[in-house]
């Protein structure tokens, strides 16, 4: 604990230009006499760290001591970081560590360009997808656990048909496409490799069974690949849709599972939400007759208008 702690305020003070024992007090969640201690190991082990008194004292580095900046330029180093931070939003790996990265990179820009850094937010990578929630992270969460223990899993899985089956799949490899995640695996039910859509797994489970992993490569999976179809509500603005049982396939891709209730004539009730009434009305009207707007009652009323609207730029008489 001691030599992570250690480090991480080597890092902190390479990446500031000057802090103050009690911010690392508080960051470290340690005591000042800790700190006070952590310094002089640092010292001993011939980090030149030097002290400053007063209001804006505290303690800093040694400009010498900083990594030499001709290693990666200022703009390489701000394009390092767009990608770390972009690879952040997947939430493909722990937030700690990715943070820890992230602080390593700024390390190594130079005391005089630390004021720069900010630039590098004109560019940003964000694969967070529109519809993003707890659920979503804890099932990519466990899959990542099979892939890396290489277990057996077992889910039922709706395809593209709209037809639900169980399976038990050896794990191979995620994947972020479209801004969605997806499963190469080898499906024992069909003796051949698969491609499952996260959002449309349900019921998973790790199974007390280990296998094999098969020596197909990423590459030759990929080639297996079909190109996903868009996704993406957006939350805000509350209501309540019933979809017909045809479209079924499309409301597990485009909603959590947790706002989808299933009636026993296979018809779909989804509580959602939507970032303005204008984007749920172009939503509802994707679906032509498919869906229905239960709730709010004025929403369904302005769908009707659209729709009447719609028809009339079709109607010849309002040609002539």
Same mark, same amino acid.
């Given at each position: 604990m001691k030599l992570e702690r250690l480090m991480a305020i080597t890092i902190l003070l390479l990446n500031r230009k000057r802090v103050q024992a009690q911010e690392l007090a508080s960051q470290l969640e340690v005591s000042l006499r800790t700190i006070y201690r952590d310094l002089d190991s640092l010292g001993q082990a011939g980090i030149p760290i030097v002290s400053y008194t007063g209001m804006e004292g505290g303690y800093e580095i040694m400009d010498s001591f900083r990594l030499d900046r001709q290693l990666l330029s200022f703009d390489e180093l701000s394009t390092l970081s767009t990608a770390l931070r972009g690879l952040d939003s997947t939430k493909a790996y722990a937030r700690s560590n990715m943070d820890l990265l992230l602080s390593k990179v700024g390390a190594m820009v130079a005391q005089a360009e630390q004021g720069r850094t900010g630039e590098g937010d004109r560019i940003q990578i964000d694969f967070t997808p529109w519809k993003n929630s707890e659920e979503d992270q804890s099932r990519y969460n466990l899959l990542r656990q099979a892939v890396d223990g290489r277990m057996l899993i077992r889910f039922n899985y709706t395809s593209r048909t709209g037809d639900e089956q169980a399976r038990e799949v050896e794990p191979m490899t995620l994947v972020l496409k479209n801004y969605a995640w997806y499963l190469h695996g080898y499906c024992r039910l069909r003796n051949d490799y698969r491609i499952f859509k996260l959002t449309r797994i349900r019921e998973l489970a790790l199974l007390n069974e280990t296998f094999t992993r098969r020596p197909d490569s990423l590459a030759e999976l990929n080639d297996r690949w079909t190109a996903p179809e868009t996704s993406g509500a957006v939350?805000? %603005?509350?209501?309540?849709?019933? %979809?017909? =049982?045809?479209? =079924?396939?499309?409301?597990?891709?485009? %909603?959590d599972e947790k706002e989808i209730e299933r009636l026993p004539d296979g018809q779909l009730i989804v509580r959602t939400s939507f970032l303005s009434e204008h984007w749920l009305i172009r939503n509802v009207l994707h679906y032509m007759a498919d869906v229905i707007v239960l709730e709010p009652a004025y929403i369904a009323a302005e769908v009707r208008q659209a729709a009447l609207a719609i028809a009339r730029q079709y109607d010849p008489l309002d040609k002539e």
């Open positions: 939350e805000g %603005f509350p209501v309540t849709l019933q %979809f017909k =049982a045809s479209v =079924a396939v499309s409301v597990m891709d485009r %909603f």
